[in-house]
């Protein structure tokens, strides 16, 4: 059993009207718990660690925890590159094995991100692995979410419809009135912009910023073409939760065991997402 690259999940998702939850993953206990649930719910799912996950470990070593938790839970996923802000983390990425990456490169000018998203492409490609791009900046609602500019540029579909055809990634995050972080108000997604960026690209579609959204605006925008859903907040909020009330209460002071009872505080999460994308019973 391997990792399946991204594009295969997306392209079925798109086709079946649902989209597949992306989870972050920074060790052993997540993604055996996210591994766990998806078995459990019969769904596809993505495991993804960027530049603030591999702090703790990195993709050398991330990756084959990964695969061999995959042979223990047998499941249809994705091991993949979120937020790369290098051609020298993508390189490492492939190395190690990860089946899906992605360069943020948002921030930059237009020409600058399609020149580096075409130099991924041509190193991903040959190797199976999905390229997924940002065109339009999703930015950040918090001081807590480590991904993300301060401010937020929508998508405009005409620069989406250039990028795409300048570089021939695979997958496309978009700016619709999304963000990173935990929100403070419920966001209002552009459908109008998401139509017109659906029809111009035809590609896959990418929703960052995926908890606190409202259930109808996650409904709709999966109608309209968004395949593939990040979910990081959620996690790393319950488990921060988890960790804090444990201690304040002097329960489980010894470590292992405080980690153990924060990882099942995850499975509700994640059992949530797999029903809201609408990915159970997929896989």
């Not at 190193?123 to 339009?136: F, N, Q, S, Y």
């Not at 459908?191 to 035809?202: K, V, W």
Request: hydrophobic residues 45%; contains cysteine; aromatic residues 6%.
């Amino acid at each position: 059993m391997g990792y399946k690259p991204l594009i295969e999940l997306l392209l079925h998702a798109r086709k079946h009207g649902y989209a597949i939850p992306s989870f972050c993953a920074w060790n052993a206990e997540t993604i055996e718990t996210i591994l766990q649930v998806a078995q459990r719910m019969h769904a596809p799912v993505i495991l993804m660690a960027g530049p603030g996950e591999f702090s703790l470990l990195r993709p050398a070593i991330l990756a084959p925890i990964a695969r061999q938790l995959l042979e223990v839970y047998p499941v249809t996923a994705s091991l993949h590159l979120d937020h790369g802000d290098s051609l020298e983390i993508v390189d490492d990425c492939l190395a190690a094995g990860f089946t899906s990456v992605m360069l943020d490169y948002s921030a930059k000018s237009f020409d600058e991100n399609a020149a580096a998203l075409l130099e991924v492409v041509k190193r991903a490609h040959p190797h199976g692995v999905t390229v997924e791009a940002e065109i339009g900046h999703v930015g950040r609602v918090d001081n807590i979410s480590i991904e993300g500019e301060r401010a937020s540029t929508l998508t405009e579909p005409s620069d989406a419809l250039a990028f795409v055809e300048a570089t021939g990634v695979d997958a496309l995050a978009i700016s619709i009135g999304n963000s990173h972080g935990q929100y403070t108000s419920l966001p209002k997604f552009d459908f109008p912009r998401l139509a017109a960026i659906q029809q111009a690209t035809s590609i896959p579609l990418v929703l960052h910023g995926g908890s606190g959204t409202p259930d109808d605006e996650l409904r709709q925008a999966i109608s309209m073409g968004i395949a593939k859903i990040n979910v990081a907040t959620d996690l790393v909020s319950t488990v921060r939760k988890s960790l804090i009330t444990q201690w304040q209460e002097g329960r489980n002071l010894w470590t292992p065991a405080a980690q153990a009872e924060a990882a099942q505080a995850m499975v509700p999460v994640i059992e949530r997402w797999i029903t809201r994308t609408g990915a159970a019973g997929r896989a």
